[in-house]
């Protein structure tokens, strides 16, 4: 959105200041200054080279250019470098940094302006900027605040929809599913449907599940063509859910729990046994045969149909950039 769009040049931070200055307080894991600044080892990135910001080629005021597994290459200044060149925009995206990141933009000479950018169901009383975007769904706002509601964009040459009848594959994409206490009761339902349906293949992509993490949009596109169903019964629900999104994108319904999303964005996507299999308070053996009545050919290619069809009128990136410019030309 803001480099590719809106013309921009988005860093996040690196080097170890920013913790022990007090302007980074993502403590969400063990060791975290270590996974996520540590210049060498950020999110277990390397680092592959730095520029200049202001004159590619020279050596001062670096921004050291990150690549993840998957290819993707990001920018990152140490907080040095941050105070020697003009900053327009500060984004917090966790509640604990509404704070800090205030701070950075009063003593930053340029002064940027704050955006608190939520991306999860956080409540608004865990705190507030003067500008807010959310791709959560958001309630109760107070009428000073300047706000625009959006869904986070990918790339949908990636994530294109496919509307062919796939084999017997059912997918999970929940991170950590068999790893948090709280996902319990439906890991143990999906290990109990898989038991009861020999013939199909089920797989848990994420990064401590059971079929380990996929590197890369491009393998979870891949997977998600591969899954006749998704299976996505993630307690809690999502702000705003990529995998709810992306699997709308490439035309293959999803397996959920409705009482997850009530409150949530993604349910805009949701309507049972239209583009999706609610599954809530369901047995096992229902479940199972809730998935092969829908896997009837004819059944299964209008819920494909149906979901791709609900995706695109609910999402158009196109369209968001035009308020998003608005938005951004009207910080406060």
Not at 27 to 35: E, Q, S, T
Not at 77 to 105: N, R
Not at 188 to 193: D, G, K
Not at 240 to 261: C, D, F, L
């Amino acid at each position: 959105m803001f480099e590719k769009r809106l013309g921009g040049t988005v860093f996040r931070p690196i080097g170890t200041e920013w913790n022990s200055k007090g302007f980074w307080k993502a403590l969400v894991c063990p060791d975290p200054v270590k996974i996520y600044l540590e210049i060498g080892t950020p999110m277990h990135n390397q680092v592959v080279r730095y520029f200049n910001v202001n004159n590619p080629g020279t050596s001062s005021l670096p921004a050291y250019l990150c690549q993840d597994d998957s290819g993707f290459i990001n920018k990152a200044i140490t907080l040095d470098t941050f105070f020697q060149i003009p900053v327009d925009i500060v984004i917090a995206s966790l509640p604990a940094h509404i704070e800090p990141f205030t701070h950075l933009c009063k003593i930053h000479p340029n002064k940027p302006k704050l955006i608190y950018q939520i991306g999860n169901a956080w409540p608004i009383e865990a705190g507030l900027a003067p500008n807010v975007m959310a791709s959560a769904l958001i309630n109760d706002l107070p009428n000073h605040i300047h706000f625009i509601s959006y869904h986070q964009e990918f790339d949908i040459s990636i994530f294109y929809p496919d509307f062919s009848y796939p084999g017997q594959n059912i997918y999970s994409f929940v991170n950590c599913f068999n790893a948090i206490e709280a996902y319990d009761p439906d890991w143990q339902l999906f290990e109990s449907v898989e038991k009861l349906m020999p013939d199909w293949n089920f797989k848990s992509y994420g990064g401590l599940c059971r079929d380990n993490r996929l590197d890369g949009f491009g393998k979870v596109a891949k997977r998600m063509r591969e899954s006749r169903f998704i299976w996505h019964t993630k307690y809690g629900g999502d702000g705003y859910g990529h995998v709810v999104y992306n699997s709308a994108a490439v035309a293959r319904p999803m397996i959920v729990k409705m009482e997850y999303y009530q409150d949530k964005l993604g349910r805009e996507l949701m309507i049972d046994g239209e583009t999706c299999l609610a599954i809530d308070g369901l047995s096992p053996q229902e479940v199972v045969n809730k998935i092969l009545y829908y896997s009837d050919e004819k059944r299964y290619a209008t819920l494909c149909k149906n979901v791709y069809k609900i995706f695109k009128e609910k999402v158009d990136f196109d369209k968001e950039e035009n308020a998003m410019q608005s938005f951004i030309n009207g910080l406060i």
